[in-house]
């Protein structure tokens, strides 16, 4: 199904031409009817001789309800865009166009109406008039159609016009992530909370649990693998969970609603003062929420003044609309009639996506000032160094790595890890982290370094290189490698396994192979006794289990205990450990030391 809005100047015959369509009065409030002026949005069903459906959004015409109108074209296949014959162009008029325009709304249809109160030549001035207005715009080429909502004149011709509009038109894609931005909430009898919107990017079914996620939504940062800073934040932590237990289009009852269709939806879980328009209904696991992204604007021409960071915004997105501050990137200004790039910092968090198109509003002036797309919403590069892009591999490059289920939460892309089972990591990066553990590798010779050492990230990176070789706890380089698998079955390094903590002296073995196994690091030394290293890796467990009993620690004959071996042995294995880092004195007790910790803490 489509969803065609409406858009023109006040009082010009919107919501008659509605009326004259459909049958239904989009004019819901008693103050509206009274005026004769629309106030806020209004919603019609249409069937078209064809068959085909579509729904319609009549939005208001004022100046002081463009934050309504606004909050209505912002999930639209198409628009009815309304003339006057007898007025011609207005103010409005302009404003709605290039809203439209900046919105990226791409087809749609001219309804010139009144046509019976002016005669055939003034009909024919007003069609060249607009569409004068109309060139260089999306309405360029649209047809122009003269109607009277009050005589039907033309009414079947704009009937067949947007038949012809709905036949070239797209359908919604399903992109199995869907959206639905609220604009209109309302209590049913028997029912309890009922809102309204437009499904996008996915079907919904009766009975899915959803989240509601606030217009108000706090903002703050996180930390994601302790490694990257974000401006992400956990929806489920800041939203409202919700069961639908009804959904209607248009009085009709479904199980299961495309995207592209308008919806009514009688949510379970949430009561009507806890959402407003502007919140979102969406799956949590397919979102993530922002509170800072970048964006490609372009800067509406005609304008006094250029963008800047000078100056109070906000931005129009979906069907809310949130505070904003900006900064230009690259340079102070983007003047009128400009493209450019711009960093968003809102005071909430907000559910985009690349994609998404915006229009950016000074609050002071009150005027439109721009639209946007969304390229990122992590933007991490500092602003004298970003340069924004929506393509994937951009925003992974600047991330570095990002895993598998966050990449599709902030783009709706789907990719095969790179780097484990969940990972993508930039070709940059991954290049960097090779060369540096290359060096450790280097450095560290025949003896190897810990794995303990490394973050979560280059971990996986190691385990993906054939330069190293991993063995136990440590890792080598390949060079080293082959000459540690050699030794590897070395028979004195057998029995050390064998006899763990009461370990043979090195009777009868060559003290050049004994040197060569300590280097190697298959096996410690302590004063002139030896350990194999899975003695040592099954000591350091014992003792990072023993002191989680006792917040004092452990003292030397618990372990002694624990290990099952003597004095003479456990204060030799003790001073390597003390030594290495492994634990630390205090008093008569001992706790487990910062390398300890880093191992067994991944931190």
Known sequence: MHVLSTAGHVDHGKSSLILALTGTDPDRWKEEKERGLTIDLGFAHLVLPSGKELSLVDVPGHIRFIKNMLAGVGAIDGVIFVVAANEAWKPQSEEHLRILDLLGTNCGIVALTKADLVDEEWLELAKLEVADHLIGTFLENAPIVAVDSLTRRGIDDLTGEI????????????????????????????????????????????????????????????????????????????????????????????????????????????????????????????????????????????????????????????????????????????????????????????????????????????????????????????????????????????????????????????????????????????????????????????????????DEISRSVLQSMAELKIDSSRAYGSKFGQVRNTLAHHPYLLELDQSLFKPPPPDGVDRQQIRELVRQGLIIESGDIYFSMNALEKAKDIIWKLSGSNDAGFTVSELR???????????????????????????????????????FSGS
């Open 163 to 454: 038949e012809s509009l709905l036949g070239a038109t797209p359908t919604s894609t399903d992109l199995n992530r869907p959206r639905l931005w609220v604009d209109r909430v309302f209590t049913s009898r028997g029912s309890g909370t009922v809102v309204t919107g437009t499904l996008t990017g996915g079907h919904i079914a009766l009975d899915e649990e959803l989240v509601i996620f606030p217009s108000s939504g706090k903002s703050w940062n996180v930390t994601v693998s302790n490694l990257t800073k974000t401006f992400l934040g956990d929806i489920a932590d800041t939203s409202h969970k919700v069961r639908i237990r009804g959904l209607q289009s248009h009085g009709r009852k479904l199980d299961i609603a495309d995207p592209g269709r308008r919806l009514a939806l009688n949510l379970l879980g949430v009561s009507p003062g806890q959402v407003f328009r502007g919140d979102v209904l969406i799956n949590p696991n397919q979102w993530c929420a922002t509170s800072t992204f970048d964006a490609v604007v372009k800067v509406l021409a005609g304008l006094s003044h250029g963008v800047s960071k000078k100056g109070a915004y906000a931005i129009y997105v979906g069907s809310g609309d949130y505070p904003a501050k900006i900064s230009v990137l690259g340079k102070p200004e983007i003047n009128t009639g400009e493209s450019g790039s711009i960093r968003i910092h809102l005071n909430s968090l907000v559910p985009l996506s690349k994609g998404d198109r915006f229009i950016l509003r000074e609050l002071g002036r009150r005027e439109t000032v721009a639209g946007g797309e969304v390229t990122n919403v992590n933007p991490l590069t500092s602003l004298t160094k970003a340069s924004p892009s929506s393509d994937t591999n951009q925003i992974i490059e600047e991330n570095g790595f990002l895993d598998t289920k966050l990449i599709y939460k902030m783009t709706g892309d789907t990719l095969k890890a790179n780097l484990g089972d969940n990972f993508v990591i930039s070709e940059n990066l991954r290049k960097r982290i090779t060369d540096e553990l290359l060096d450790r590798a280097d450095r560290a010779g025949q003896a190897g370094f810990e794995l303990s050492e490394l």
């Open 561 to 599: 205990d624990q290990l099952g071996t003597s004095r003479k042995y456990l204060l030799a294995l003790v001073g390597y450990l003390d030594a290495q880092g492994f634990t630390r004195r205090n008093g008569d007790y001992r706790k487990p030391g910062p390398a300890l910790i880093r191992q």
